[in-house]
């Protein structure tokens, strides 16, 4: 076996990945030309790749290593844990320390009646769940034709069957028949791209009075559940107007319509509280969650539920006829644990809230100043630029959406920062324990892109307004 500190040259593995290895979200052919870059390890903030580069990861890999990479008690926990108990499962009445004692925590810290846990391996799985858990509950309920869920265009809750389905993302849909049947989207509450002459706070009302539309016009007695992440996140880091979620919230409370807040990302810590619907100000009935939940040391993901939900479909004097192998895996649930720990003892949110982003804010609310930046976004430690060639009309380019975003990004890459693209916005979500320091190597190298970027787009001629 090839030992991983002693790996093959960059160009062997490179051909070996593009010969066997298919990735996800990738056009394989471009991929096998240029060959994939190998990340080897990775410690706090940084990671090195096969080259020997630093990598500074504004992206906290998957928006999920929340306590930073390379910690050595959350290792310690894993190698525990497999020596203990590698794996038991959860069905057929039996359970496990691991599940118990992570459920138990999980309820702890989150808010009102929500105390119970059905544990997933990953965040796709975990909304696959929610669309059975509701319609579950309405069928025990007695209305089982309560079955339609409402999401949003450009929302994202994963890439299974019903979670791409769940999401409004339309290369997704295209590809495989999707949306499932009785999964319908309204409009996003994306004031930048889409809100015109409105202000934000018109424009949230309106975005969220297309719920209320949806419903009137399918009838509530046909509608389960509305689903939105409190701060979209694939999607291009969007923050609605701060009218949105409160008139969604009253929308769902008056026709009855359970109300899931997807938390994958928002929670645990990301935006300087436990959960996003606190930063938010909602009270949904089930959180999605995952990455976050072990800082992505193991895969595990899940639903938190609240007891109305739970008593009903838990005691329905049947079986939820529904489970995953890995339920509450032992090994991730015990490293779940951990970092939940982590995150308390170190107080990593206290540092969001009073170092990391305040100092961020400054910083990235000072790159909107940049001639291609428009606006700068930053929620706890998510943020987003929106790159536009006119800021005083939010501009979008004449080159095809995604183009200067794509050529921002490369020069993130080549300066050794990883900040993603989502069209022609660019969006952070560092490790939660990135220091002011770090921070600063952050914004110089993020700002020295942006010249690069700005001055390729001027020689190139594509500094042009749709
Ligand atoms: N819900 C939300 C809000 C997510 O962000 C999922 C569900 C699905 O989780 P899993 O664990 O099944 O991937 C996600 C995942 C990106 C990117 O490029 C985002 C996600 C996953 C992969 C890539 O921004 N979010």
């Known amino acids: 076996m090839t030992q991983i500190t002693n790996h093959l040259p960059t160009k062997e593995l490179q051909a070996l990945d593009a010969a066997h290895h298919m990735h996800p979200f990738t056009e394989g052919a471009a991929l096998a030309r240029k060959g994939a870059r190998i990340i080897t390890r990775a410690k706090g903030v940084y990671l090195t790749d096969s080259e020997g580069h630093q990598i500074l990861d504004g992206m906290a890999g998957l928006w999920c290593v929340n306590v930073g990479y390379g910690r050595k008690d959350l290792a310690d926990v894993a190698a525990r844990q497999i020596e203990e108990l590698c794996y038991y499962n959860t069905f057929f009445q039996t359970s496990h320390v691991p599940a118990i004692a992570l459920a138990a925590e999980i309820a702890k810290l989150a808010p009102g009646d929500l105390n119970h846990v059905f544990y997933a391996g990953s965040g796709s799985e975990a909304n696959d769940t929610n669309i059975r858990l509701v319609r579950r509950y309405w069928d025990v309920k007695g209305k089982p034709e309560k079955k339609v869920i409402i999401s949003r265009k450009n929302a994202y809750h994963g890439s299974t069957m019903g979670g791409a389905s769940l999401g409004g993302m339309s290369p ?5 028949g999707l949306p499932i049947p009785d999964i319908v989207h309204v409009g996003q509450p994306h004031w930048w791209a889409e809100g015109g002459d409105m202000t934000p706070e018109d424009f949230g009302l309106m975005r969220a009075r297309e719920l209320e539309a949806k419903i009137e016009e399918l009838g509530a007695d046909r509608v389960a559940a509305f689903i939105g992440e409190p701060i979209q996140g694939a999607g291009g880091v969007i923050v609605p107007p701060a009218t949105y979620w409160p008139e969604i919230q009253r929308i769902c409370d008056k026709y009855g ?23 938010m100000g909602i009270r949904p009935h089930i959180m999605t969650i995952a990455k976050g939940l072990s800082s992505g040391y193991a895969p595990i993901g899940g639903s938190i539920i609240c007891d109305e939900v739970h008593d009903t479909v838990a005691g329905s004097g049947d ?35 009073k170092v990391a982003h305040p100092y961020l804010m400054e910083r990235w609310q000072a ?32 080159s095809e959406a995604g183009t200067v975003g794509l050529r921002c990004r490369e020069r993130c890459f080549a300066n050794n920062l990883v900040m993603r693209h989502v069209g022609d916005r660019m969006i952070i979500s560092p490790p939660l324990v990135i220091t002011p320091s770090e921070i600063d190597v952050l914004i110089e190298r993020a700002t020295k892109s942006l010249d690069e970027c700005y001055a390729g787009l001027k020689s190139d001629g594509l500094l042009v307004a749709a």
């Open 367 to 398: 790159l909107a100043d940049h001639p291609l930046v428009g606006e700068a976004k930053l929620v706890g430690l998510m943020g987003s630029i929106a790159l536009t060639p006119d800021k005083a009309t939010r501009a979008k380019f004449a």
């Open 319 to 353: 079986d939820f006829n529904h489970g995953y192998t890995y339920s509450g895996h032992p090994v991730a649930a015990a490293v779940a644990l951990k970092n939940l720990e982590v995150l308390q003892e170190e107080r990593i949110l206290d540092h969001v809230k």
């Open 172 to 176: 997704m849909h295209a590809q495989g």
């Open 257 to 279: 319509i359970l109300l899931i807040a997807d938390e994958v990302i928002t929670g645990f810590g990301r935006t300087g509280n436990w959960f996003g619907s606190q930063t």
